[in-house]
Every structure is written in C-alpha cells, then in structure tokens.
C-alpha cells in the first residue's frame, strides 16, 4: 500500500464526477419558467446548495418551495450518474499514490443517497463526501474547500480543487488551492481565467501530472 501524502484532491461532485450538470440545467430551467417566469434560472444556480436557491431566487414561497422540493427528489431518482470520462482511472491512480480524497459538493445527504443508490461504489472511492449539511456558505464561498483541507490536515499549497461551475471555481481560488477547471458545463473560453488549469475530462490525466501541476507555471489552461 502507498504511503499516504500531505495532499488532498477535492472533487466537486456534478460536472466533475458524474455528468449530470445538463440534466440540471433541464430542471431549474422548468422551475425558473414555471415558477419566476425567468428564462435563465439554471444558470445562475450551478454549484449552489438547494437552501442557497430557495432564500435567494424564493424567498417566502413557502408552497413553492415544498413543490419543488418534491419534484426534485423524484427528479434525481430517476437521473443517471455516469461517470465524466477518465475519472475513475483517475481516481485509482491517485488511490495507487497515497492521496487523500474527498468530494466537496453542494448537493446535500438525501441527493447523494440516490446517487449511492445508483453508484454504490462511489463511497468507497473517496475518503470522506462532504455535503451542503457540512457548511453554511454556498459557493462562490470557500467555506467547504478550506473545509476539506481542514478534514485533510492540508493546507492551500497542497491541496488541488476540480470544479466546473463558475461560483465553485471562484470558491476554489478563494481557498487558495491549486484549481483544475473541467469543461463540461461551460467553455473553456468562459472558464480559463477562473482557474489555473482546464481539462476537458480526466482521460489521460494521471497523479504524475497532477503533481507537476505544483512546479509549472499557472499560465497555459491544459
């Protein structure tokens, strides 16, 4: 077994895991419509946690809130968790060297029960899976970056963050962290100046590159 490092990986969770982001997109655009008669509510709650949504975008709206609250809890239940290409190879890779892993997501315990339900594996290829429960500040905050470095023992310098919305990447340079940016949601032309590195899935991304990431200039995007 590997010596375990003084590094942490900390995964966001949809878009970067599993490529779920577009069927969100299908939902709170629904919502948005439905609801607020706005066009564009989808993305404006990427990478939120559901609280952060109700107090911002319905506040008040007590019934509302509880329709579709319902409605996406049926939702997610039947949503498909594939996997973002190369992740899991990833994933094995960095288990292989030591690393210590967690995901970070916005996504709270009765979500990622039907995701456990789904994946089963997915427990166990992570160290810890921190929700929305977890923290009190939505992204952009860096509230539960820093807190998974604190889970870690890390500290910014050793810790690398992979994101996809624009507040999870704003959250994850918040925090200091060396962030990897995966152009699954968004462009690379949108994404590459809130981050240091893009990628367009994990295929052929190793925990050798990962690590040389720290002695290369943050310039060039992949």
């Known amino acids: 077994m590997a010596e375990t490092k003084n590094i942490a990986v900390l995964f966001d969770f949809d878009g970067v895991v599993v490529d779920t982001e577009t069927q969100y997109s299908v939902f709170w655009h629904k919502m948005g419509v439905d609801y607020l008669g706005m066009e564009d509510l989808e993305s404006r709650v990427k990478g939120q946690t559901l609280m952060y949504i109700y107090d911002t975008f ?17 939702f997610e239940q ?20 030591g690393v210590k892993m967690a995901v970070v997501t916005s996504s709270n315990d009765k979500k990622m029960e039907a995701v ?27 509230d539960c970056f820093l807190l998974g470095m604190e889970v870690f023992g890390t500290t910014p310098e050793t810790t690398y963050v992979f994101e996809d919305s624009f507040n999870g990447l704003k959250a994850g340079m918040a925090s200091g962290a060396t962030v990897i940016a995966l152009a699954t949601t968004n462009s690379r032309e949108e994404i590459t100046p809130l981050c240091h590195y893009v990628l367009d899935d994990f295929q052929g991304f190793t925990y050798d590159k990962l690590t040389c990431l720290l002695y290369t200039s943050p310039s060039p995007r992949d």
């Open 58 to 74: 319905f506040p008040g709206m007590t019934k509302e809130r509880e329709e579709i609250t319902v409605g996406l809890d049926r």
């Open 78 to 97: 039947d949503m498909s968790y594939d996997f973002v290409p190369g992740v899991e190879e990833f994933i094995a890779d960095l288990h292989r060297n």
């Open 116 to 142: 456990y339900r789904a994946k089963p594996e997915i427990k166990s290829m992570f160290d810890r899976i921190l929700t929305a429960e977890m923290f009190t500040a939505s992204k952009p905050a860096p």
